[in-house]
């Protein structure tokens, strides 16, 4: 399998990563009283702290980004466009989101933005090589 594909494969895994930990901070899925929430239809959740606005917007945000990095590498894969450009391009998004990640939860925002950034440059790479 090529660096691309493996590299989709493991953004999946962070996307559901962030999701996941989104679910579990509103909840505080860690006590009783928040599994018994995770368990339930989730009807009353707390009100959600700032660590937990802030973790539903990262995975919110690394749910949209994944759908355009998926979308770019597929078919760069389905294209033929084994191009090292393209796989230098998915490693960087695919780090710059790894990094995004404790960032947006530490609420450091100059610097989620430029971290963003620097996906977005990874996905703009991928596009222009395959192209």
Aim: proline letters at 3%.
């Amino acid at each position: 399998m090529s660096t691309t594909l493996t590299l989709v494969i493991y953004m999946a895994i962070l996307t559901w990563l962030t999701l996941l930990a989104a679910s579990l901070i509103r909840a505080k899925g860690w006590t009783s009283a928040g599994t018994m929430i995770g368990l339930g239809n989730r009807d009353n959740l707390p009100e959600a702290t700032p660590l937990a606005g802030r973790a539903a917007r990262t995975a919110q945000n690394t749910l949209e980004n994944f759908v355009l990095f998926a979308a770019i590498a597929l078919v760069a894969c389905a294209a033929g466009v084994a191009s090292p450009r393209v796989a230098m391009g998915a490693e960087i998004f695919f780090w710059a989101r790894v990094l995004y990640v404790p960032v947006y939860y530490a609420g450091i925002v100059y610097l989620r933005t430029t971290v963003w950034l620097v996906s977005i440059i990874g996905l703009a790479m991928m596009i222009a090589a395959a192209l």
